[in-house]
């Protein structure tokens, strides 16, 4: 079993920023892409940015427009979201996605709140 720990969320002022982090632990054999995800109040899920193995990147451009980057440690099985420029309408709880051992796992999601 994998266990994905999530940290780094919280509150911010408009303009403000916040790394986020999660690492995922327990029996793991290899991981493959990961990714973060959000949702808002009264939204569905969506994907913010997601990283391979590699170290290719895809992000969100709705979303992100060239203010959050995401990276990853492989040594340490964790991946960050760097998000700058933050903005009320990024309020949401923030979920990573990890593919290890070729099954999929979720965190349980950390809370950023922006304020305007």
């Known amino acids: 079993q994998v266990q994905l720990v999530e940290s780094g969320g919280g509150l911010v002022q408009a303009g403000g920023s916040l790394r986020l982090s999660c690492a995922a632990s327990g029996r793991i054999f290899n991981i493959r892409d990961m990714a973060w995800y959000r949702q808002g109040p009264g939204t569905q899920r969506e994907l913010v940015a997601a990283?391979?193995?590699?170290?290719?990147?895809?992000y969100a451009d709705s979303v992100v427009k060239g203010r959050f980057t995401i990276s990853r440690d492989n040594a340490k099985n964790t991946v960050y979201l760097q998000m700058n420029s933050l903005k009320p309408e990024d309020t949401a709880v923030y979920h990573c996605r990890v593919i290890a051992n070729e099954v999929d796992y979720w965190g349980q999601g950390t809370q950023v709140t922006v304020s305007s």
């Open positions: 990283i391979s193995s590699g170290g290719r990147t895809n």
